[in-house]
């Protein structure tokens, strides 16, 4: 049985050549991937404070994640200070201005039959997986699923994503199935990710980290939304049969993809999001999978052994 997530079924829609070498030949680049190790930090930290961890706890369990790197120059290093800079004001501003919540699951994994909607049949080929930040429960006793984001748009711009954003369907779909209740929606928590480096002079640094980060979150406390969103998000019904039925889809597409035996190159993702990682090896550059890239263990870094 093969699991199909959010990211792996974006990651085909991008290109199918990426997602077989990422999901299916499980190969990472040994280049440090800063959006995705920025966004582990900060799904710790979160977690941790759902739990009931302090803001300095939150802050530590975060920043612990970033321990393996290890700089191999002096720009890695500033860049990786910058990173612990940016991210520990983040931390530090959501554990102040995040509502409480009810929290009754947090980090929860699921992983649930795929039904073609026409015959209520499962594929035995494919099941739907992935993991949720936490779900809450009202006042009123509804549900709600939490998403908890950075986003490097402004505020604005990240809430006209909430229509079309697939992410919040499929969690909304996954969560009401698997606890057999309807969810009233989902609660979208971001902090905007700010691009402000620390004050330079003639190319030099003028400003400590201590005073950068302490100019940062001062910066962001004075105008709270401008830099943060907690909102809720809804489904409709009709919406979520929609994402039903191309889930469905989507597993017939891969089978035929594997029957063909053919695997498409989408050239026009090669240069987005800051380029393709898999570039060289599609590229054909002699000695790139051995000298560039490391075998996973797991094909889903993100989710336990059992999915
Ligand atoms: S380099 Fe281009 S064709 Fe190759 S996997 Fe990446 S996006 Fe696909």
């Given at each position: 049985?093969?699991?199909?997530?959010?990211?792996?079924?974006?990651?085909?829609?991008?290109?199918?050549?990426?997602?077989?070498?990422?999901?299916?030949?499980?190969?990472?680049?040994?280049?440090?991937?800063?959006?995705?190790?920025?966004?582990?930090?900060?799904?710790?930290?979160?977690?941790?404070?759902?739990?009931?961890?302090?803001?300095?706890?939150?802050?530590?369990?975060?920043?612990?994640?970033?321990?393996w790197?290890?700089?191999?120059d002096?720009?890695?290093?500033?860049?990786?200070?910058?990173?612990?800079?940016?991210?520990?004001?983040?931390?530090?501003?959501?554990?102040?201005?995040?509502?409480?919540?009810?929290?009754?699951?947090?980090?929860?994994?699921?992983?649930?039959?795929?039904?073609?909607?026409?015959?209520?049949?499962?594929?035995?080929?494919?099941?739907?997986?992935?993991?949720?930040?936490?779900?809450?429960?009202?006042?009123?006793?509804?549900?709600?699923?939490?998403?908890?984001?950075?986003?490097?748009?402004?505020?604005?711009?990240?809430?006209?994503?909430?229509?079309?954003?697939?992410?919040?369907?499929?969690?909304?779909?996954?969560?009401?199935?698997?606890?057999?209740?309807?969810?009233?929606?989902?609660?979208?928590r971001?902090?905007?990710?700010?691009?402000?480096?620390?004050?330079?002079?003639?190319?030099?640094?003028?400003?400590?980290?201590?005073?950068?980060?302490?100019?940062?979150?001062?910066?962001?406390?004075?105008?709270?939304?401008?830099?943060?969103?907690?909102?809720?998000?809804?489904?409709t019904?009709?919406?979520?049969?929609?994402?039903?039925?191309?889930?469905w889809?989507?597993?017939?597409?891969?089978?035929?993809?594997?029957?063909?035996?053919?695997i498409?190159?989408?050239?026009?993702?090669?240069?987005?999001?800051?380029g393709?990682?898999?570039?060289?090896?599609?590229?054909?550059?002699?000695g790139?999978?051995?000298?560039?890239?490391?075998?996973?263990?797991?094909?889903?870094?993100?989710?336990?052994?059992?999915?």
């Amino acid at each position: 049985m093969e699991t199909l997530t959010h990211t792996r079924i974006v990651m085909r829609q991008q290109c199918p050549m990426k997602e077989h070498l990422h999901y299916v030949e499980r190969l990472r680049p040994l280049e440090i991937q800063w959006p995705l190790t920025v966004g582990s930090v900060w799904h710790t930290a979160i977690e941790a404070l759902a739990k009931g961890a302090s803001e300095d706890e939150a802050v530590q369990a975060g920043l612990a994640a970033l321990d393996w790197i290890r700089p191999a120059d002096e720009e890695e290093q500033y860049k990786l200070d910058l990173e612990r800079a940016r991210i520990e004001v983040m931390i530090r501003f959501a554990a102040r201005r995040f509502r409480p919540r009810k929290f009754i699951a947090v980090e929860k994994e699921f992983l649930l039959p795929i039904i073609n909607p026409a015959t209520g049949r499962k594929s035995r080929k494919f099941a739907l997986g992935g993991k949720v930040d936490a779900i809450a429960e009202d006042e009123d006793g509804r549900l709600w699923v939490v998403e908890n984001k950075t986003t490097g748009t402004s505020i604005g711009q990240f809430r006209e994503t909430y229509g079309l954003n697939n992410q919040l369907t499929l969690y909304a779909y996954a969560v009401s199935r698997m606890l057999e209740r309807p969810v009233a929606g989902i609660i979208v928590r971001a902090v905007v990710k700010s691009r402000a480096e620390p004050k330079k002079k003639g190319g030099e640094i003028v400003e400590s980290w201590d005073e950068y980060k302490a100019r940062l979150l001062a910066a962001y406390e004075a105008e709270p939304d401008k830099y943060l969103a907690e909102d809720t998000v809804e489904r409709t019904p009709e919406q979520l049969a929609q994402f039903e039925a191309e889930l469905w889809l989507e597993t017939q597409e891969r089978l035929w993809q594997t029957k063909t035996g053919v695997i498409r190159h989408n050239t026009a993702n090669c240069s987005l999001y800051g380029g393709c990682p898999f570039r060289p090896l599609c590229l054909g550059v002699e000695g790139a999978r051995e000298s560039m890239y490391r075998v996973s263990q797991t094909a889903h870094d993100e989710l336990s052994e059992a999915v």
